[in-house]
């Protein structure tokens, strides 16, 4: 076989992926409380030189700390700093040990096909490899905290292979860039991980300076629609967000909001993705007035809305 044949090209990128993550993806040990430590069921992946390491919500659960292990055999107690099960993200703080952060790449500038590596440590089995491509992106994830049922959006599918160890683990493109934080399996072959994107970065952010996320709340349920052709060139791009729903007395209700309106901006910001309107709910935007402008039957329509603090869930 040629030296540079592809697929040698191609197992060189997933080995250089391979040797610099592994050493930045930890094994987590988590409290079961009274002194008692479970077991290792999941990753987390170093986000900065003093010791956060970031992974799922679902990995730590109620937990407070516990133990996380580095794949050069030494281990360190962590604590939980804040978990946000509507994203299924976490950040813990480890002690003295911890490995250099990872790089963080941009979910955003993905493609359909593009190749990514998974890189994890479930139960203590530093190094675990697998690669694959992008196979969506804009996907949806169920996810339950009590009684309540809420989505994670935009979130990434990948075929590389899974598994519930992985979960906290990094998903990296071919520079080793982490790109999105592994997070469930979605079916045989299918894997799903929260991009690493301008939302999540704030996310994070919160969760490391007040442990907890707090959310802007407008009550409704919206999908990318296309715009018709004129009005798509007046704006400058082809889709909007139709609103599917709207939840009776939610601030979209109260402010004339109703299914079948498509959102074209908000707080003067164009909005054609789930991601645009999420990035913008967020505390700074709990009552306060945001101008919402919507297509509805033709014409365009303002209205203001004032968002209200999601509850915790």
């Known amino acids: 076989m040629a030296a540079d044949s592809p697929l040698d090209a191609y197992s060189r990128i997933v080995a250089g992926v391979a040797a610099d993550l592994t050493p930045r993806v930890a094994s987590l040990r988590v409290s079961n409380g009274g002194g008692r430590w479970g077991e290792s069921i999941g990753s987390a992946v170093a986000y900065t030189t003093d010791g956060f390491l970031l992974t ?38 480890a002690g003295a040990g911890a490995p250099p952060p990872a790089k963080l790449g941009e979910a955003e500038d993905l493609v359909v096909g593009q190749l990514v590596v998974a890189v994890g440590s479930p139960l203590g089995l530093a190094g675990s490899v697998t690669a694959g491509v ?3 992106l804009g996907r949806s994830l169920p996810t339950r905290s009590g009684a309540a049922v809420r989505l994670i959006e935009d979130v990434i599918q990948t075929d590389a292979s899974l598994n519930p160890g992985n979960s906290g683990g990094a998903l ?6 982490v790109v999105g934080i592994n997070t469930a399996v979605a079916g045989f072959g299918l894997g799903l991980a929260v991009p690493i994107n301008v939302t999540t970065r704030k996310i994070i ?11 802007a709340y407008l009550g409704l349920v919206s999908v990318p629609a296309p715009l018709p052709a004129p009005l798509a060139k007046r704006v400058g791009r082809p889709d909007g967000l139709r609103v599917a729903e ?13 299914p079948g309106d498509v959102l074209v901006s908000a707080a003067g910001k164009p909005v054609a993705t789930a991601q645009d309107l999420q990035r913008l709910m967020f505390a700074d935007a709990i009552g306060k007035p945001l101008e919402i402008t919507v297509l ?18």
């Open 172 to 177: 990296a493109d071919a520079s080793a860039r």
């Open 296 to 313: 509805r039957n033709g014409a365009f329509v303002d209205v203001i809305a004032e968002p209200s603090e999601l509850a915790a869930v």
């Open 205 to 215: 952010a919160a969760l490391m300076a007040g442990g907890r996320v707090r959310r």
């Open 134 to 136: 992008v196979s969506a």
């Open 246 to 258: 709207v939840v009776p007395g939610a601030p979209a209700a109260r402010a004339g909001l109703r």
């Open 56 to 93: 799922n919500a679902h990995v730590v659960g109620k937990a407070a700390g516990g133990t996380a292990l580095f794949a050069d055999g030494t281990s360190s107690p962590f604590t939980v700093i804040g978990a946000d099960p509507l994203s299924d993200l976490a950040v813990v703080r």
